[in-house]
């Protein structure tokens, strides 16, 4: 697995702004960690003591991935005045990331690009078509026996003769069949 992403933004997924990695096998991003709006007005009538008590984890945080393999469509839909909606259809899920109006047509155009596989990189080297080799040669032709020769001729004159054949066909034939000896 590569370890650096060819291309990242940050999207809005879940309520949570996310830093989305791509890379050229698969999509993942991490969801920061945070205290709840909740847990903080909690804490504050409290005097802490609820914070104390529970913690400041508890913000539903981290890594999710999705193989390019596993996807089987990219669509994009305006999301309000400045976001637009990118939806990964996989096999079993749908993921929407939010981004802006004018990252949203490069977002798509990357996965759908890894989808196809076309991406630039997902070609590798050692994908390039191999060179061909030459095409085998024709063998070459065995000596023709003579009794063959004869035999051909005599077939080709029962054929004249019964009108199958011109006479201008018969001569052609007899002369590349003569050449052979």
């Known amino acids: ?21 791509v890379y050229k096998d698969r999509i993942e991003w991490i969801k920061p960690r945070g205290v709840s709006s909740g847990k903080l007005t909690a804490g504050v009538l409290t005097a802490g003591v609820s914070l104390l008590a529970t913690g400041f984890k508890n913000g539903k945080s981290g890594t999710e991935m999705i193989p390019v393999k596993s996807m089987s469509s990219v669509t994009t839909s305006r999301d309000g005045l400045l976001n637009s909606k990118v939806s990964v259809i996989t096999s079993g899920n749908t993921v929407d990331f939010r981004v802006s109006h004018s990252e949203a047509a490069k977002v798509k155009e990357v996965l759908t690009q890894l989808i196809l596989g076309t991406h630039p990189t997902q070609q590798s080297n050692d ?3 191999a060179p061909q080799a030459p095409a085998p040669r024709a063998p070459a032709a065995a000596p023709v026996a003579q009794g063959d020769v004869m035999e051909q001729l ?5 054929l004249k003769a019964a009108g199958i054949i011109t006479e201008a066909e018969f001569e052609s034939k007899k002369t590349e069949l003569l050449g052979r000896l």
């Open 154 to 158: 005599t077939k080709l004159g029962e």
């Open 1 to 21: 697995m590569e370890t650096q992403p060819f291309f990242t933004f940050t999207s809005h997924i879940d309520g949570k702004n996310a830093k989305v990695s």
């Open 127 to 129: 994908s390039a078509p």
